[in-house]
């Protein structure tokens, strides 16, 4: 059932790199030259021209909206804002309970929701048509075999071009027939059978195991990890897929040219045989043959990573301690933290592990270490801090660590460590202070010289509204983005430890950024007035959130809830100009 990752023709070693045998060849960060983008980008993407599913898209005048468990367009036309159509995220003739739709891709007039259904089971993909005029008609629902893959701060949907790429996880039985836990596809339509079978969509020789792992009786091995891709344009949705057999922990990361996969061993087994407890595959979506190289240590997140193509490189921040990236387990890691540098060349069919010379041991946060750990690759830094829980401490040690070796710079910081993100050239990092306040402190990134602390900016009475990555944006007005727009949700009143997750956004926040100084531009908020049940029939959490900033051309909005705002800048301050309120109808809830 099972093959170990194989050697496509290898690429030349780098400097200072001695070969081993069977070896292969954001805040969005710049786009490579042979990807285009066709339309303006309004999600916070980790990566350039690799989109993320997310709550709200944009196709020529028109937002795509996805809200508990409905989607909706709203016409920009004519500069004006004006709902046009709702319709059922999930299949017409089901009841959607059960379900969670949560990520949404859009490509020409193609519309995608993604989602769980444990009604049905397995991921939900189900694709929608956008007509000239922004109305929107079901075409046809699959399911992927699947457990849930619900993540904290991670999306399981990627889209470039009209690829799109999915990770789901699937828990083994061993008692069954192992051919049945190979990757499948179907399509479901109403009164379908709950049982109607999977078509294979990936044969045992798709399957990976690390030589390693698979020889290590003590191994624990017992979930698939697969990543599918199928063509979004497709008349039938056309979708094959690779698996990786290894221990539940995962974290994955989507670059321009692969997937990459770390799985590790979340008990933590002995160790002192030298033995690797985990293993990064590299899925490449050309001709090469998936690779492998054994590993020590977690990623707390995707943006552990950050692949470095042109210098033939994968960066990948660790601690020793880990759980991956599924559910909440991002918000609890311990121990040291080392950067990963290693050579594409370097991995091979799983048999070797990462040389002690490709780490580096870089300073750990210390003993309030063990939640809400950030890291962000910014420019040729990485940037990363960690926090207390709850009412603990409201300050925070970051650390700027250069990707090619010298002095890790510690920064202190008045409010804790809750978002890194992108402000052009330098970072910025946004936390929750003393007294409920919320912190802003640029990190400042000049080249050739050393990190240093930039302007902070502090808001009272404030709290994050949501933490999501998408939930932030940053338009630059120059090439560095020395003065730009910011726009965060945010909350008036300090939520509970977890009620983070669930998009408690009242007001949408826009800071000005000018010539590196920080000023307030202003704030949008919702209106509660008038507020009615909205009859939620799927999805009625919003996991992913519910506000998100968004910027289109010379055009600025908060999306709020079920409102969509449009404010102007003048005078250096956001005001409102336009509001429009999308929920569903007395007729629309009776669908």
């Not at 009164?191 to 030589?211: C, L, M, N, S, W």
């Not at 990963?340 to 048999?351: E, K, Q, T, W």
Request: aromatic fraction near 10%; charged fraction near 25%; charge should be negative.
């Amino acid at each position: 059932m099972v093959a170990a990752p194989s050697a496509a023709a290898p690429a030349p070693p780098q400097a200072g790199y001695e070969a081993q045998g069977n070896v292969v060849v954001t805040g969005t960060r710049t786009a490579s030259p042979n990807l285009a983008n066709t339309q303006p980008t309004i999600t916070n993407n980790q990566e350039a021209n690799v989109d993320e599913g997310d709550i709200v898209k944009t196709n020529g005048e028109f937002l795509v909206i996805l809200r508990r468990g409905r989607l909706f367009t709203v016409s920009l036309g004519g500069g004006r804002m004006r709902p046009v159509d709702t319709i059922n995220a999930f299949p017409p003739g089901v009841s959607g309970q059960g379900d969670w739709y949560d990520e949404m891709l859009l490509n020409g007039d193609w519309v995608v929701v993604v989602g769980y259904s444990y009604e049905r089971g397995g991921t939900e993909i189900n694709r929608f048509r956008l007509d000239p005029g922004g109305g929107l008609r079901f075409v046809d629902s699959y399911h992927l075999k699947s457990n849930d893959y619900y993540s904290d701060r991670n999306y399981a949907s990627r889209l470039i071009g009209t690829r799109l790429i999915f990770y789901t996880p699937l828990e083994l039985g061993w008692e069954d027939d192992p051919l049945e836990a190979l990757p499948g596809l179907r399509r479901w339509q109403p009164g379908d059978a709950e049982d109607k079978p999977f078509r294979r969509i990936a044969p045992a020789t798709q399957v990976y195991i690390a030589p390693r792992m698979r020889d290590d009786r003590d191994a624990d091995i017992d979930t698939l990890h697969s990543v599918t891709t199928c063509d979004l344009v497709a008349p039938v949705l056309d979708c094959s897929a690779v698996a990786v057999l290894g221990p539940e922990s995962r974290t994955f990361y989507v670059s321009a040219d692969a997937v990459y996969l770390w799985v590790a061993d979340w008990t933590q087994r002995d160790l002192r045989r030298g033995e690797p407890e985990a293993f990064l595959y590299r899925l490449p979506f050309g001709r090469e043959r998936p690779s492998a190289i054994g590993t020590h240590g977690s990623p707390v997140d995707q943006f552990s990573f950050r692949e470095d193509a042109p210098a033939g490189v994968v960066n990948v921040l660790v601690r020793k301690e880990g759980g991956g990236d599924a559910m909440f387990h991002p918000e609890i890691s311990a121990g040291g933290v080392a950067l990963l540098r290693l050579p594409i060349a370097a991995l091979g069919d799983g048999s070797r592990q990462a040389s002690d010379s490709f780490y580096r041991w870089l300073p750990s946060p210390g003993d309030a270490d063990e939640w809400n750990f950030h890291n962000r690759f910014v420019g040729d830094h990485v940037l990363y801090g960690a926090g207390g829980f709850g009412d603990e401490a409201k300050t925070a040690t970051l650390f700027v660590a250069p990707l090619r070796g010298g002095a890790t710079a510690r920064i202190q910081l008045s409010h804790a460590v809750d978002r890194i993100d992108l402000l052009g050239r330098d970072g910025v990092v946004i936390g929750e202070g003393a007294g409920g306040r919320l912190g802003f402190t640029a990190i400042e990134l000049p080249p050739r010289a050393a990190p240093v602390r930039g302007d902070v900016f502090t808001l009272p009475a404030a709290s994050e509204g949501e933490t999501r990555s998408h939930a932030f944006f940053f338009r630059p007005n120059d090439p560095e983005g020395a003065s730009g727009l910011l726009g965060l949700p945010i909350s008036r009143s300090a939520p509970e430890a977890y009620r983070r997750f669930f998009g408690s956004a009242a007001s949408m926040l826009f800071l000005r950024r000018d010539n590196r100084r920080f000023a307030r531009g202003g704030e949008l908020d919702s209106h509660l007035e008038g507020v009615v049940d909205d009859a939620c029939k799927a999805s009625c959490t919003d996991w992913y959130g519910n506000a998100r900033p968004i910027f289109l051309g010379n055009r600025v909005f908060a999306l709020l809830g079920y409102e969509l705002v449009e404010g102007r800048m003048e005078n250096g301050r956001i005001g409102e100009i336009g509001r429009v309120n999308f929920a569903p109808s007395a007729t629309q809830m009776q669908r």
